[in-house]
């Protein structure tokens, strides 16, 4: 550090040094700028060492000072109507030089300031608000500024302030402005500054409008409407967002409507929708309408399966997820086949699959339906193989042959044959037992002789019955010849009496006449007795076989054991035959032929085959000869049946007629012929 001596001489670290005195500064000049003054001023001549570094310029009265680099040096901050004078002094490291002369004088006139200088506008985040800066304009104008005013470009939008920075309201979101400032002091309002950069007010967008939301059908999804809001706050809305409540969930697009995923079954949601631009995100709109997710039910659980017979039993426990509305039923289907069993309610329980195949192994899954369909399946169940049992009980028809009609002669027409016995019912069978069956024939017919049916029965179950009583001939007096089932009708030979039957298994014949013009009797049926002849005038017919039974052992309703017809008479003084009776009712009946005016009468027909229909009786002949035959009775037949949730038969011999009535839910086997069945 230098040591100085004084003037001139002076010590430092490189030793010693000369200092020579600086001269003041001259020619001082002032220079009045509203509140402030320059003042101009000529360096000293000589600047010595060290360099000048400065100079101080000192206003008096007040002493109030400004410092430069060089001419001319402003002096701020002076008070109006005041004189003032000035004197300036250079300055180096070892001091100051002796002031200048002392300047004119300059009295400060109080104006308007001058304007200040513009700073930086900054919009506020996500407001409507700007700050916007500035600097102290140079001039005061003598008086201390009190305000500064800001106004915004478009709009003259203003607010105040003492200093720097103003913030200014109220501008419109997606403006662009700029700002001015005027500094106000006693005097009044100073000039206004040049114009600030641009800024554009922006902030998060207003709320949506919420449209209705809708649950999509069998989704865990629901789509959100909505409308842009009016505001988006001065910048483009990227994007929009649907939350769920209950639960939060949320989804996000560009436009409406919105998806809104992973919703939960059940549960009822509402939503709400808020937009999001470059600021940030906005207010939410209102709630939506409630929506409640409903899917089909999820898949049930699989018990094990069981069978009986032809029925499969599948136990199933309900699936965990209803699909959040009330299950309906369920269904089992069988594979293969596809065949289904429903139970209509709500929770677990065990579904009957019937109608399969015996035979067949099958697996079952079950599904689950509600109000909005049917849910996946189950997984397969266990297998189970279809055996049906065997049946412990039958229906049986035992039907034995019916009787030969009777022959007649010139004078005397034959009795109609009767019908086989008939028994009908339900028997108890025990399964791998064989059962042997009977058919009896029909009783034979000729012009000389005629016999009476053979029995019918299934002798294993202890079931038989009678063959039908032949009718009365010519020569063989009345039908009591051959008492079996119903008995043949009398003839009009001898004792014209119809035979009487084994009790529970027909019906009497009915009655011949021994008179012109000496008709035959009907035979009796299973389900009546027999016509008696009948005369008038002379003239007649023969007596109506007796009606039949119907049976529905097949599963359908026929007739079986009707009585033969007799035969018709004949009236020898005019040649004229009368017409012989009517076979029995249904399909045991017996139709013969009768005779007709001038021709000679005609031979009995034969029962009805497979029926135990009586054959019916001949008519009388005009001649003596020859005589005619009666008609066959017709063969027996024996059938059985069953249901068939049972097993058919294990084997049969004497080649019955198989069907399966299905409408009638039957086996049955109808056999013609003797044989066996095993059950």
């Known amino acids: 550090m230098p040591v100085n001596f004084g003037a001139g001489i002076n010590i430092s670290s490189g030793g010693l040094g000369v200092n020579i005195p600086l001269s003041a500064p001259t020619g001082i000049a002032t220079t009045l700028i509203g509140s402030a ?19 101080t310029v000192t206003a008096s009265p007040g002493c109030i000072s400004a410092t430069g680099s060089s001419s001319p040096v402003v002096v701020a901050g002076l008070n109006g109507a005041t004189t003032y004078s000035f004197s300036v002094v250079a300055n180096t490291a070892f001091g100051s030089s002796n002031a200048s002369t002392v300047s004119n004088t300059v009295t400060i006139i109080t104006t308007v300031p001058s304007a200040p200088i513009i700073g930086l506008a900054t919009a506020v985040t996500n407001s409507t608000t700007a700050t916007v800066a500035f600097s102290p304009p140079v001039s005061n104008g003598g008086s201390t500024i009190t305000l500064y005013t800001a106004l915004s470009s478009p709009g003259g939008i203003s607010s105040t302030g003492t200093s720097s920075p103003i913030t200014i309201s109220g501008l419109t979101v997606g403006t662009p402005y700029t700002f001015t400032v005027r500094a106000t002091n006693s005097i009044g309002i100073g000039s206004t500054s040049s114009a600030s950069n641009s800024i554009t007010p922006t902030t998060v967008p207003g709320a949506p409008t919420i449209g209705t939301a809708t ?45 809104v995923i992973g919703l939960n079954t059940g549960t009822s949601y509402s939503f709400t929708v808020v937009a999001v631009n470059s600021v940030g995100t906005g207010t939410a709109s209102s709630s939506s309408n409630l929506i409640t997710i409903t899917t089909v039910p999820g898949a049930p659980g699989i018990g094990t399966v069981t069978s009986s017979g032809t029925t499969a039993s599948v136990p199933f426990t309900a699936p965990s997820n209803n699909g959040g509305t009330t299950i309906t039923n369920y269904t089992a289907t069988s594979s293969p086949g596809g065949i289904t069993g429903t139970l209509a309610q709500t929770g677990s329980g065990t579904i009957s699959v019937t109608g399969l195949t015996a035979g067949n192994t099958y697996t079952f899954t079950v599904t689950a339906t509600n109000g909005v369909g049917t849910g996946s399946a189950s997984t397969s169940s266990n297998s189970v193989t279809i055996s049906i049992p065997k049946p412990s009980s039958i229906n049986y028809l035992v039907v034995a042959g019916g009787g030969g009609g009777g ?16 028994k009908t019912g339900t028997a108890s069978v025990i399964a791998c037992t064989t059962y042997l069956v009977t058919v009896g024939g029909g009783g034979s017919a000729c012009s000389s002789s005629n016999t009476k049916g053979c029995s019918s029965s299934i002798s294993t179950l202890g079931i038989s019955t009678c063959g039908g009583g032949k009718g009365g001939s010519y020569s063989c007096g009345n039908g009591a010849s051959g008492l079996a089932g119903g008995s043949g009708g009398g003839s009009t030979y001898g004792n014209s009496t119809g035979g009487n039957p084994v009790s529970g298994q027909g019906y009497a014949g009915g009655v011949g006449i021994t008179g012109v013009p000496q008709n035959g009797g009907g035979g009796g049926g299973a389900g009546g007795v027999g016509g008696n002849a009948s005369s008038s005038n002379c003239v007649g017919g023969g007596g109506a076989g007796g009606v039949g039974l119907q049976s529905s052992v097949t599963g359908s309703a026929v007739y079986y054991a009707g009585g033969g017809g007799g035969g018709g008479g004949i009236y020898a003084a005019t040649g004229y035959s009368a017409p012989g009776g009517s076979g029995g009712g249904g399909a045991g009946g017996s139709k013969l032929g009768s005779g007709v005016s001038g021709t000679n009468a005609t031979s009995g027909t034969n029962g009805c085959a497979n029926t135990g229909g009586g054959g019916g009786g001949s008519g009388a002949y005009q001649s003596m000869s020859p005589q005619l035959a009666g008609g066959q009775g017709g063969k027996g037949v024996v059938i059985v049946s069953w249901s068939d949730s049972y097993s058919t038969a294990t084997s049969v011999t004497g080649s019955p007629t198989y069907n399966h009535n299905t409408g009638a839910g039957l086996h049955v086997y109808t056999f013609k012929c003797s044989g066996t069945f095993k059950i």
């Open 37 to 55: 003054v320059s003042v101009a001023f000529v360096p000293p001549p000589l600047n010595g060492y060290p360099a000048i570094s400065s100079y």
């Open 215 to 259: 649950a999509l059908t069998n989704q865990t999804t629901a789509t959100v409407a909505f409308t842009a809001p009016a505001n988006n706050g001065g910048t483009t809305i990227t994007n929009y967002i649907a939350t769920s409540s209950p639960g939060a969930i949320t989804a996000t697009r560009t436009t409406s409507p919105i998806s």
């Open 407 to 422: 022959w007649g002669n010139t004078s005397p027409a034959g009795g109609g044959g009767g019908a086989g016995g008939m």
